[in-house]
Structure formats: C-alpha cells, structure tokens
C-alpha cells in the first residue's frame, strides 16, 4: 500500500511558520508530521489522507531535552535521544524506561515523544507514562498564544487528545522534583518490546519516613487506551516499600479499569499482568525514590 | 546412470564452506523479483473482496479505467473467452477429490476475504493502487461458514456450488482396499484397545499458521509475437508453471517461457503451488503486448498464502505397562480454506500429515480417518511440515501423556518404541529406507544428563521454579519418489542436471529446480569440486529458467541433496568418464574411468603419474580441439543426467529442550535447545546446521507467536506484521545442532533431502517440556498456540482443582 | 497544485537533485527511482519487516516509514554503500563466514543496521544483540548465525 | 461487538416510538450522519462520517427499520460501504416500555465491520460503537425532552 496523493510538503523552520501554513488549510487537511513512525502507517494503509503534510523536522525549538528546572523534553525529540539521556530526574525515570523499549531500534531512532502523545494510539507507552509522571503539556494555539495543560486534560481517549488540529505540542514538561521521588514503567506484549497488552507506570514521593505521601498509576495496553487509574495512586498512600502491601494496590488498579478479551490475551490474563507488572514497577518505582537526592 | 560409488571423504564434501551465492546479497546486488524492471513495463494491483463468501451482483469498472495513467481494468468477464478456468490436468493431484472449478478472477461469487475480482494495470504502481480502490463491487453477501466441522454438517452452505457439499477429501487410510477389509481392521484396532493396559484419547487441535516467505509473490509477464510468454515468477517449481500456464492461456509449447528470479526471498512451500495471480498477469502482458508486473504487497500475502496447519485430530491411543505402544486411532478434520490453490488445492497436506502420523515408532496396528472442510478461509498452502506439525504435536504428546501416566520416562516410552530395522514400512504405508534411530536417539540424549537434570528439577522445584525437559522424534521425506509424487502431486520425483564444461575449465550447472535460500550454487559447486578435483569459486550454477534448464519438480520436499545434486554428482561422473576414455587415448594407455584421478585441478593417470594434464588442459582438448580422436567419440563436455533413486529415502531427528516456567505468569524461558539428525552424509554442515536451526524456529514461531485469526464473518483479521507476530531474534533460543548420520545407501555421495518437514518435531518438544515442568500441577496441553495467557488459565484452573 | 517537490538527496556519497511526488517513499525513491535494489520492503503498511532499513544521516532508519521528500537535504546510506575499494565491511564478511543469510532478502536491513549498533555498541553482550535485531524479521535463519556473526564483527572491531 | 444498554427518556412512549420513526428525529440523531433520505416508509438511504481523531471514514448505505410492533419494538439495521476503507453494519433492537409516564428505552446494538477497517481498526471498534450508539440515543433523548419541554 502506498500513499494516495499528497498535495503539499512544507518543512517550516519555526512555530510561528507551522501556525501559518496550518492556516491556509481547512481543518483536517494539513496533517503534522513529526517521527512519522505511527502516522506514516495511516498514510500508507490511506486511513489518513493528508492534503497537506507539515514536516516538524526543522523546528529547531521543538528539539532536545532541558533538566534545567524540572524537566522539559521538546516535542520532536527523538526515543534515541530520550532513551540515551542519563540525566533525567529518577522522579522521572518512567519516561526513560519506556522510550529505551517502544518498538524497535530503529522506530527509536525516528520516533519522537510529541508525536506519540498526540497520536495517543490505543496500545502506547508514551501517553501513560506522560500520565503516571502527571506531565505538563505546552500547545502553541491558533492565535499564537501557548497554554499549558496537565495530562490529566490532555488525553481525551484512542487517537483523541486536547491539542486542537490547528495547534502544535511544543513540549512535555515536569517540575523539579520535590523530596524523594521516583517513577517506573514497564509493559508487557507476545513479543519483546511490542505494543503492550498491559503497560504499567507508577511514580511515587516519599516523605522522611520513606512513606509515599504522593502517588498516581498510569495503565497502557487497554481498550480505552492509556489512562490514569486514581484509585491506583491513592491506595499507594501510605505505601512503605513492604512487598505484602503491592496486592491490595493491583487489586485497587484491577478494581477500577475493565479489560478486554482479545487476541493477545483474555481480560483475566491482562488482570495478572497488571499484578505481576504492578509489583515489578511499584518496587522499582520505590527504589528509585528512596535512592534519590532529596 | 546409477553410480554406486561412496566418496563422501574427499575434502569439499562436508566442508563448511561459505557460501557463494552471499558476495552478491550481502552487497545489495541480489535479483528478485521487484528488481526485475524492463522497458514499458506496467504495474498491476488486484482487487479483492472484502467479504468472505458473497455473490458478485456486478462490478464497475469505470471511474478506475478514468484515472490518468490507468492502463486497463480487468475482471473475471475479461478472462472468460482467454483463459481456461481452474483446475486443469497438470494441476491435479492423483487423488479422488471434489475439485472446485473457478476462474482465475473471480465471476460468480467470493469465497473468502481476499478473493482476486479484478486488476487494475497502470503505468505507476501509485497509480494503480489509487484506481483500484475506484473499483466498485457489488456484493450479496452469503452465510459464511469459518468453522471446518460446522462446514461438514449436513445443511451447512455449500461454498463449492459445483459438489453437493464442503467435503473436499475424505480417506481411510489403514485397513486395506475394500470396506470389508477396512471393517476388519478397525475390529482388530478395537480388540487391541480392550485388551490394551492403558489407552489415552484426546482432541488435539493446531491453529491456522504457516509459513510467511520474508519476499512476499511476485509475477512479471512479457509478451512477444517472436517468442511469446516469457514470466518470471517466484516459484518453487517453474517447469510446472510453465505447463500450467501452457494449459491454461493455450498457447503452444514452443511459446512459453518460465523463470524463476535468480534470489527468491524465501519460500518453504509457500511458492510451490501454482496460483491464480500468475494466469492473470500472464494473461494481461499477452492482451496488452506489453511488460505486466504485480509484486505481492505483506497484506495481500498474509490474506492468501502461507496458511496451513488448522487441523483437529481426535487421536487414541492403546500402549502396554511396559510402555510398548500397541495401536493408534485418528479421527482428523482438517480446514482447507476454499480448495483454489493448484497443485495441493489444500487437502493434500493434512492427507500427508494423516500419513505420517506413525512417525518414528512402531505400532501393531492404527485406524486413521481424515475428512477435509471446505471453509470461507485463504486456501491452505504449503509450509514446511507440509501436513504434519499438527499431527506430529498429537502423537509426540500423547506419547509424552501414556509415558506420564506410566510413570515413565518418556524419553523411555520414546527409546523402547523406535523403529530398529529398516527398511520398514509403516502401519500407514509409508516406506523408510534406512537409518539408524538408536543411534540418533543416544546421540540426543548424550546431549543431556537426564539423571542430573530429574535431581536438579526435584531441587528447583522446592524453591518454586518449574523446569522441565521434552523431547519429540521426527521423520521426513528426503525428496519424493515418482512412485510417492506421481499420485500425490501427479510430477515426477526424479532429479535432473546439466553439467556443461567451459573450454577455460569452469564448470555450468543447469537445474529445473529453483531455490529461495538454500544454497544450492554452494552446494553444487562442492559437489562438482569433489567430483572433478577443482574449485568450487570454478563453478556457476543457473537454475529456474525453464528455457535453459532439464525438467525439474522443484524446489520442495526436501529434493536438494537427495535428487538434484546426486543427480549433478552423475552428469560429473558421465563426464569423467568420457576425459579418461579420450586421456587414455591420447596417453596411449588402456585405461578408463577408474585408472585416472581427478585431484588439484589435474587428471592423473594413476598407473603413470607422470602422464596427467590439467583439467583446463584435458577439457580443452577435448572442446575446442576434437581431432585425433578415439574411435567413436566426438568432442564437447556435456552431460544432463536423471537421478531416481530406486527407495523412497527419508531423514530423520530428534529434539530436546529445556524449558523454565512461571507459574505467576506463564510465561516460559527455553534454556536450551539441541538436536539430533540423521541427514545422510553433510555436502556442507554450515548449510545443515542454517537449515535446521531455521526450521526449528519457524516451528518455535508457529507454536507461540503466529496465528492467523478469521472473525465469524470470514473477516481477515492478521495480515500485518503487527498482527500476525512472526518470532525476533529477541525471543528465540540459541540452538545446537548435532549429527549422527547414517549414509543414504540409494544415492551416489550417501547424501540424504533434508530440511522440508523440520520444524514437525518443535511443538511436541516444546509443549511436551512445559508439561513435564508442570507435572505437579497435571498440565497436558493439547492445543496451539501455547501462549502465555492460556497457560497461565491452565495454571489457575489447576491450583483451583487442587 | 504541486504534488511535487525538488529535493537533494545523498545517496552513497552521490548527489541526487530531483523532483519527485510528495508521496512518493523513501524506499522507492532508493529503489525505483535511482535503482539501487538492494534495500528491500517485506510489509505493507507497518513498518516491522525492517527490510528496508537504511542510514538517514547515519542512524538506521526504516525507509518505508518515511516520504522520499523528508530525506531532502540529508544523507542517505545504502548497504550498496557498506562495502569500500578494501572488500567487504567487517559485518558483511562476517555474515559470509558465519552463514548469516540464507534466502538474503532481510540482509540489507539486517546489515544497516547493525553496523549502526555495532558503532554505538562495539562489543555488545549476545542479549544486546537479540534486542537490537527486534526492528528486523527473519524467516530463513532462526537468528543463530546472524547473532554470531555480528559477535564475530563486534570482535574484528574491537581488535 | 455486542452492547446492552437502557436509557430513560422523559416521553410517553407513542411519542417515543413515532419519533423512532421519524426520518428527521433520526437524522439529527445518528452522529456524523451529512444525508439520510427515505426510499419507503422502512427504507432510507444516507451517508454517515465517522470520526476517530484525525481517522475519519464516509460511509454510503440504507437504513432499513424492521419487525416493527408499534409502539413498543422495532429493529434498525444501518449498512454502510466505506469503500476502500471497508464496510460495517449495525443492528439494533429496540424494546420500549412504559416507565411511570416516561419511557424506558432498552436497546441491544451489534455492530460488525469489514475490511481494511476491521484489520486496522479491529481495536477501537467496542470504543467506537458504544460510543455511536451513545450519542446517538442521547442525541435522541436531547430532541426528544427539548420537543416535550412545554408539555413537562
């Protein structure tokens, strides 16, 4: 299958070109286009006929990661760069742990984390990651004017997130960490680092005492497409690093998600894996934090 | 020509040698069949239906054939006056089958997603994938039917409206010719039951998965009123397209041409049939006078080939207290998909697989049953194990279920049964020449300290870790004799070559057959090393031209060393003998064949070394200078040579592995994996050990992560690589291949076939070593895919019952 | 109405200014439209076949997930651009001696882009190795001798 | 994809039925329907966009109304073509019962889809059905409760 005929290829060098050329077409037509590893797919199967197709590839504010204050990773960055920066806050871990494991090396060496959030494919790893890590997302609007909108907000369901057609994910951010923080993610699919059939992130702070005081869970891989379990988080609360008190958490997470039945895996199989991938990232997740420099 | 001659020690047989065919494909110069461009040459796209069983009310044509740069737009109608419908006589195997007729583009109706009914030609590929998606079908949809013993009920809708119903095969195939005898003898299998100690009987069921060539189909069609046809195709075998295609576009003999590119990009039965598409292609580049190329997208090929496997067996078995194996029962119902493939029209390979379900051991006596469905599935085609991976998963785990219930080893069971004199015939009827499973057996389990290993799993299991050991045995055909092909795939089974000598001292090999990766030009030219003392780097080999080649069957079936390169070992043989008669000769000694050795690039007259002369020297004296020659002899060095062998030959193995199971999620680590095989002698072990550890992956592959999934509407539901998951390098195991080889007696270098039937033993190895690490919690699994998911069920099912 | 762009693609070391349909792949510009055949598609739309994998700018890349056009300006490397005037690369004769390839139909992806990871990686673990390969399908092999014979380039290199 | 639902709606049931059938009512009801024309009393025909995200697919089919008991049962089917894309049908059986002066609507939808959409899409179609069917019968209940505000 090859692409149906694509009128228009522009490579802007700025935002404020891309919100110009977006403009000139009515909504829908121009398609933006950053790794291209998911989007390409579309074009080529023709479930996505792009008029005009925007190349994200020379904006150069787009690019790159800053651990200055917090954490800012531009939308075009690459899974490479993401997967290879060893200065990402432990706090922040999870977004390291699922970038060094989407896909293949070679999708990595393309792929980029603002594409993959506002694709928001059902089965993903960056959107509940960006969700379990509670990032911020900076959108540059039609006018111009940039907003910034917490993850919470910006994940509508498969394929559906907040930024508008007509507006540009410039990056994912995260405050400095506070105390003792860390995060995790890990997936499970039939094959190695294949789409997951459950993905679970888990970030957590600990007060003094090593006792999480804060805490959200995040699940990929289920029809609705990665979401935020709350429950999750709050049964973390409290949360002491005891190996005995991970099932009552994955009970909680079982508890307020419905899996499906499909096939990869029956909906009972995908409840185990949110137990066994539960326990492996919420122990992960609590070492980090206890290691980390307040 | 039959030489009995054994020279399997002298030194390029058996070498691992590297490959000569790499140079080309590791630097990009390889040719298949999307490299293949000529002048004017055209792109075409099928048009498929999107739904599985469906009438075609009409099709429109026209918004496509207005897209600029559109060629012609073809359907079914198009082909009526031109072309002959499916089957014709060559395709037909000679077995008692209700073969469909059809056309080669669909007319009537659709049979299953994927169905060909129409092509778009144009002049950019672009151009006729956009044009094609113009094409307006109309459909009456029809009650699907996806489920092969729904399929066989009475009343269920007949998909091939030209036989009464979906039963495309039936056989029994113990018991003899008449129903009497076939009643007596499942009275003596019954009585070998009700006496017998211990009886298992289960439903084991193999999903639908196959083989999926990593170079997709491919057809290039050109037409000139000099020459007529000529077609490249990716195929296993284009002598038999060449015939097909002569039957089926009329067109007389001296006007078809077929080649099969010079690199395929796999095949492993998935090329051996003839299909459709080629007819089509071949059809339009004769209508429009013009270059016609169609190269198989991934979708369209996981829609319509590379499917097999997909049956139910229903197998009993009767065995002894002492674990001696009585008698078998099977009932299979195998789903054949449509039956619009030609060659196999999908029965053929669960009828093989029915055949060999004796495998390696010996039984008294077995009563098997086969019925074959017709469903609104992908016609099953060829892969390797052709038939009988499902069958040889039912057998080698139900061993595994009479050893446990026993209590005996099972690699015991496996031992006390195997068959110890050959030649033997099995209680199906399938004949065995020679070689020696005691040997192979021992030399597996020389692999392993199962004493050790029992003492280790007892300790492992304490600790909650469940290991666990299996084994499974196999038999292949090395090759088929005429006496097996000619009813089965109604061919002959004899290899051919053609071995001409260049006057510089290069050697050309011609062979009918036409590989996808296995290293024939390597191999033959070790082959032609040790037959003339020169250097491999000194031969060149073509194959799969039609216009330049002997007739050959095919690249299936393990063919290889068996038939092709003994029969290239006999043109050398042909060809020897004819320099030493001119030798001696022009020596002025008496002399032949056996007084002169050919070594170093030298003839050397044995009884005189002193008289010798280089192989560039003799071979050119004898091509370009034929005066002064003896009596009766003319000059030239060619020879094309038939090999039959006068046996059915086979091959076979033995697999062991060793897996770890997490009960927490069923999840399973394979820590190791070693064979045994019994190949004949080894023209080159590197190829060999290629072969093996290929086809024991694509058995790994098959078993856990492949499975095509058809939806209650006949909706194809995995035809991506994201669907249907083919095993990384990520998930598979390192695998040991050792040898304990018994010389074929039946060919000249003791060679054996090898590689066709392969990854047959793989599931039974697998699942049977799950089941041992599980044997405290009573697992027996008797269906694929063995995934995580299922067996973690399995698991939770278990500890509930506990 | 354009439909086309003019881009300057380097391939192998060569300049191509051309004007090609904005939809136009990567793959097929690299195959069709300046015939170098080695880079192979084995999928349709998806992208996991790996056949095709090339060196954008030196990184490996699958050219079937990308438009000819968003290579403008870049370069391109082919695994009819790995060997030199000195023979083969280390990797390519590796996988001549180690038996590497059977059918050679996923080898071009397969090379390209191991001998990107053998850069990053020079003396990879045979787990690194596994993992890497996950973007590249093989049907032929079962992996075994493709695994070994990128050790045996790893070791060549690191000598 | 198989869905059971109920919904309560704030009208007499007559009301609600006719409603039902009412090509109007219908054709602001169903999402993303651009056309609906009836071809009989029971038979219309109309195109309908769906849209997931960015993914958008026209489909052109009838809408055919059958096993009608007036006023408490019906049955719509939709068949929509989405040419290359593929096709899918819906079937939904509609029961209505009276529910102190209002109308207690259960429905039972089946959706199946074919083609490139149901290989591409095969994961989002439970999603994206119930969530048709949803906006659907709530598009319904909208018009219906607005018509009914003067009469509450």
């Given at each position: 299958m090859f692409p149906a005929e694509i009128e228009h290829y522009f490579r802007p060098q700025s935002v404020g070109e891309i919100h110009k050329l977006l403009a000139n077409?009515?909504?829908?037509?121009a398609t933006l286009i950053a790794g291209g590893q998911s989007l390409m797919q579309a074009i080529k199967s023709r479930m996505l006929r792009p008029v005009c197709l925007i190349d994200l590839?020379?904006?150069?504010?787009?690019?790159g990661i800053d651990n200055a204050n917090g954490l800012t990773i531009g939308a075009m960055t690459r899974y490479a760069v993401i997967a290879g920066y060893?200065?990402?806050p432990v706090a922040y871990a999870a977004i390291r742990d699922a970038a060094s494991h989407v896909g293949d090396r070679q999708v990595r060496n393309r792929g980029t984390i603002g594409g993959s959030v506002c694709w928001n494919?059902?089965?993903?790893?960056m959107p509940t990651v960006v969700l379990g890590t509670n990032g911020c997302l900076r959108i540059s609007g039609a006018d111009g004017e940039v907003r910034e909108v917490a993850a919470d907000d910006f994940f509508f369901g498969p394929f559906e997130?907040?930024?508008?057609?007509?507006?540009?994910?410039?990056s994912v951010s995260w405050p400095t960490p506070s105390g003792k923080s860390g995060s995790a993610y890990k997936k499970w699919g039939l094959?190695?680092?294949?789409?997951?059939?459950v993905g679970m992130c888990v970030s957590l702070s600990l007060d003094?005492?090593?006792?999480?005081?804060d805490a959200r869970v995040a699940i990929a891989g289920?029809?609705?497409g990665g979401q935020l379990v709350t429950a999750g988080g709050a049964a973390l609360?409290?949360?002491?690093?005891?190996?005995?008190?991970?099932g009552p958490v994955t009970a909680a997470v079982i508890d307020s998600v419905e899996c499906q039945s499909d096939h990869w895996a029956s909906a009972v199989y995908r409840e185990q894996l949110i137990r066994n991938l539960g326990a492996e990232v919420i122990e992960r997740a609590y070492q980090r934090a206890t290691a980390a420099q307040p | 020509m039959a030489s009995s001659e054994q020279v399997a020690e002298k030194p390029w047989l058996g070498a691992r040698m590297a490959r000569k065919e790499d140079l080309r494909l590791v630097t990009g110069k390889g040719q298949y069949i999307g490299d293949i461009v000529l002048p004017r040459m055209a792109h075409a796209v099928f048009v498929r239906s999107?739904?599985?069983?469906?009438?075609?009310r009409s099709i429109d044509t026209a918004a496509a054939l207005a897209?600029?740069?559109?060629?012609a737009v073809i359907t079914g109608q198009d082909l009526v006056d031109d072309v002959r419908t499916m089957p014709q006589p060559v395709l037909l195997p000679n077995l008692p089958a209700k073969y469909p007729t059809f056309s080669a583009l669909a007319i009537?109706?659709?049979?299953?997603?994927?169905?060909?009914?129409a092509l778009v030609i144009a002049r950019h590929k672009y151009i006729a994938e956009d044009a094609s998606e113009l094409v307006e079908v109309d459909y009456e949809e029809l009650p699907v039917v996806t489920d092969p013993e729904a399929a066989l009920?009475?009343?269920?809708?007949?998909?091939?409206?030209?036989?009464?119903?979906?039963?495309?095969f039936a056989m029994?195939?113990?018991?003899?010719?008449?129903e009497q005898e076939q009643i007596a003898n499942a009275k003596a299998v019954d009585e070998v039951f009700a006496n017998a100690d211990v009886t298992i009987k289960k439903r084991f069921r193999v999903h639908r998965t196959g083989l999926t060539p990593m170079e997709p189909r491919g057809v290039l069609c050109d037409w000139s009123e000099a020459d007529g046809l000529t077609a490249w195709i990716t195929t296993q075998r284009p002598h038999i397209d060449r015939l097909a295609l002569i039957d089926l576009l009329?067109?007389?003999?001296?006007k078809v041409r077929v080649i099969a590119p010079?690199?395929?990009?796999?095949?492993?039965?998935?090329?051996a049939p003839f299909f459709r598409e080629n007819v089509v292609i071949a059809h339009v580049a004769r209508k429009l006078r013009r270059p016609v190329r169609w190269v198989e997208s991934r979708h369209e090929s996981l829609m319509n080939v590379?499917?097999?496997?997909d049956q139910i067996n229903d197998l009993e078995i009767a065995a002894s207290n002492d674990g001696t194996l009585l008698a078998f029962r099977n009932h299979g119902v195998a789903?054949?998909?449509?039956?619009?493939?030609?060659?196999?029209?999908?029965?053929v390979m669960p009828f093989l697989g029915a055949v060999e379900l004796p495998n390696t051991y010996t039984w008294q006596k077995a009563d098997v049953h086969l019925r074959v469905a017709v469903t609104n599935k992908a016609c099953i085609t060829p892969s390797r194990a052709f038939g009988h991976f499902p069958t040889r998963f039912a057998i080698e785990r139900a061993i595994d279920m009479v050893a446990h219930k026993l209590g005996m080893e099972p690699a015991e069971v496996r031992r006390k049964n195997?068959?110890?004199?050959?030649?033997y015939t099995s209680v199906t009827g399938e004949f065995y020449d020679s070689g020696d499973l005691i040997k192979l057996w021992d030399n597996l389990m020389a692999q392993v300290d199962l004493k050790e290993f029992r003492t280790e799993q007892a300790a492992a299991r304490e600790e909650g870790r469940y290991i666990g050991i299996g084994y499974a045995t196999g038999v292949e055909l090395s090759g088929m004799a005429s006496e097996v092909l000619v009813p089965?795939?109604?061919?002959?089974g004899y290899g051919a070559a053609t071995v001409r000598i260049d006057p510089r001292g290069a050697v050309l090999v011609f062979g009918g057959d036409a590989p996808q990766g296995q290293g024939h030009e390597t191999s033959v030219s070790q082959v032609v090393a040790n037959a003339f003392?020169?250097?491999?780097?000194?031969t060149v080999t073509v194959e799969g031209d039609t216009g330049t080649t002997p007739f050959g069957s095919g690249?299936?079936?393990?063919?290889?060393?068996?038939y092709f390169m003994s029969a290239v070992h006999n043109a050398c043989v042909e060809i020897k003998q004819k320099i030493c008669r001119i030798l001696a000769h022009d020596f002025g000694v008496e002399g032949s064949y056996e007084d002169f050795e050919f070594a170093n690039s030298e003839v050397v007259?044995?009884?005189?070394?002193?008289?010798r002369k280089t192989f560039r020297q003799a071979v050119e004296r004898i091509i370009m200078h034929p005066i002064?020659?003896?009596?009766?002899e003319v000059g030239g060095l060619e020879a094309t040579v038939y090999f039959e062998a006068p046996e059915q030959m086979v091959c076979f193995n033995a697999d062991l592995c060793i897996v770890e199971v997490d009960i927490n999620s069923g999840e399973f680590d394979i820590l190791k994996w070693v064979s045994s095989e019994d190949?004949?002698?080894?023209?080159n072990p590197l190829i060999v050990d290629g072969q093996m550890q290929g086809a024991i992956v694509q058995g790994l592959s098959n078993t856990i992560f492949e499975e095509f999934i058809y939806d209650?509407?006949?909706?194809?539901?995995?035809?991506?690589f994201e669907n249907y998951k083919i095993a990384n390098a990520a998930d598979t195991p390192n695998i040991d291949i050792t040898y304990a080889s018994t010389p074929c007696p039946h060919t000249p270098l003791g060679t054996r076939g090898i590689g066709?039937?392969?990854?047959?033993?793989v599931p039974g190895a697998l699942t049977n070593a799950i089941c041992d690490a599980l044997i405290p919690f009573g697992i027996e699994i008797t269906e694929l895919p063995l995934r995580p998911d299922t067996l973690w069920e399995k698991l939770q099912a278990a500890r509930g019952d506990r | 109405m354009s439909r086309t762009n003019e881009v300057s693609i380097t391939v192998n070391g060569e300049r191509y200014d051309e004007t090609i349909p904005?939809?136009?792949l990567l793959v097929d510009f690299i195959?069709?439209?300046?015939?170098?055949?080695g880079t192979h598609v084995g999928?349709?739309?998806?992208?996991?076949?790996?056949?095709c994998t090339v060196h954008l700018d030196g990184a490996a890349v699958k050219?079937?997930?990308?438009?000819?056009?968003?290579?403008?300006g870049h370069d391109v490397t082919t695994v009819?651009?790995?060997?030199?005037d000195d023979g083969l690369s280390p990797l390519q004769q590796a996988f001549n001696d180690q038996h590497?390839?059977?059918?050679?139909?996923c080898t071009a992806g397969i090379l390209m882009n191991m001998t990107d990871f053998l850069r990053e990686h020079p003396d990879p673990s045979e787990d690194e190795i596994r993992r890497a390969l996950i973007g590249n399908l093989c049907?032929?092999?079962?992996y075994v001798h493709i695994v070994r014979a990128v050790k045996a380039a790893a070791a060549v290199g690191t000598k | 994809m198989e869905m059971n639902e109920e919904i309560r709606i704030n009208a007499p049931r007559e009301r609600v039925f006719a409603a039902l059938n009412d090509i109007e009512v219908l054709r602001q009801s169903?999402?993303?329907?651009?056309k609906l024309d009836a071809l009989s009393a029971t038979e219309y025909e109309g195109t309908i966009v769906s849209k997931v995200g960015p993914l958008k697919a026209r489909f052109t089919g009838g809408v055919t109304l059958s096993?009608?008991?007036?006023p408490q049962s019906y049955t719509l089917t939709g068949e929509g073509k989405g040419g290359p894309a593929g096709h899918a049908r819906m079937r939904t059986e509609i029961i209505l019962e009276e529910h102190e002066g209002a109308t207690l609507m259960k429905y039972a939808v089946k959706a199946e889809i074919g083609g490139k959409l149901a290989q591409l899409g095969g994961a989002l179609i439970d999603r994206t059905a119930k969530k048709l069917a949803g906006v659907f019968f709530k598009n319904f209940e909208a018009l219906l409760s607005d018509a009914d505000q003067t009469v509450e």
């Open positions: 077409y009515p909504e829908g037509d590839q020379d904006v150069a504010d787009l690019q060893d200065e990402i494919y059902v089965a993903s790893c997130t907040a930024c508008g057609e007509d507006e540009i994910l410039l094959a190695t680092d294949a789409l997951p059939v003094g005492g090593n006792i999480c005081n289920l029809a609705d609360l409290g949360f002491d690093g005891n190996p005995e008190a991970i | 999107d739904y599985a069983h469906a009438r075609i897209v600029p740069g559109v060629i009537d109706k659709v049979k299953f997603h994927g169905t060909p009914v009920e009475a009343g269920a809708p007949v998909i091939n409206e030209d036989h009464d119903d979906n039963e495309i029994t195939f113990t018991g003899g010719e008449t009329d067109i007389p003999a001296d010079r690199d395929q990009g796999g095949g492993f039965g998935v090329k590379g499917q097999e496997r789903d054949n998909g449509t039956g619009e493939t030609g060659v196999y029209w999908g029965f195997l068959i110890t004199e050959l030649p089965m795939e109604n061919q002959p003392g020169t250097n491999p780097k000194d690249t299936i079936g393990a063919r290889g060393a068996s007259y044995l009884a005189d070394p002193s008289l002064n020659m003896p009596v009766g190949v004949g002698n080894v023209i209650e509407q006949g909706q194809q539901l995995t035809a991506d066709e039937g392969r990854p047959a033993s | 904005n939809r136009m195959r069709e439209h300046i015939g170098l055949t999928c349709t739309y998806e992208g996991a076949c790996g056949a050219s079937c997930l990308m438009l000819a056009v968003q290579a403008d009819e651009g790995l060997a030199n590497g390839l059977q059918c050679g139909y049907r032929c092999t079962g | 169903i999402p993303g329907c651009e096993d009608i008991i007036a």
